[in-house]
């Protein structure tokens, strides 16, 4: 089994920056993309930044030069860090883990970000 603890999350002002990690831990098979999702109360997750084995990414049009994901595989971690932060960045956070080839799937327990002056 496959565990995901996410880290970082707080709350910011706007304008400010945060850090979030997750470290990935137990046996993961074969080859993996790395992603972060996020949930706002009231609206439905939605794909912020993804990162492959290779190091390719893609991110939401609204965080585009402001976020920036990256991963160790050798460390099974993958962090997220945020620029330019704004209050509808505010949303709950959640690391996830899917297999590329055999279909498996993994979820943090989420860390909440809230930007607020």
């Known amino acids: 089994q496959v565990q995901l603890v996410e880290s970082g999350g707080g709350l910011v002002q706007p304008g400010g920056s945060l850090r979030l990690s997750c470290k990935a831990s137990g046996s993961i098979y074969g080859i993996y993309t790395m992603g972060w999702y996020r949930q706002a109360p009231g609206k439905q997750r939605e794909l912020v930044a993804a990162?492959?084995?290779?190091?390719?990414?893609n991110y939401v049009d609204s965080v585009k030069g402001r976020f920036t994901i990256s991963r160790d595989n050798r460390k099974s971690t993958a962090s997220l860090q945020m620029n330019s932060l704004k209050p509808e960045d505010t949303a709950a956070y959640y690391c996830?883990?899917?297999?590329?080839?055999?279909?498996?799937?993994?979820w943090g327990q989420g860390t909440q970000v809230t930007v607020s002056s």
């Open positions: 990162i492959s084995n290779g190091g390719n990414t």
């Open positions: 996830n883990l899917r297999g590329d080839y055999v279909k498996y799937e993994y």
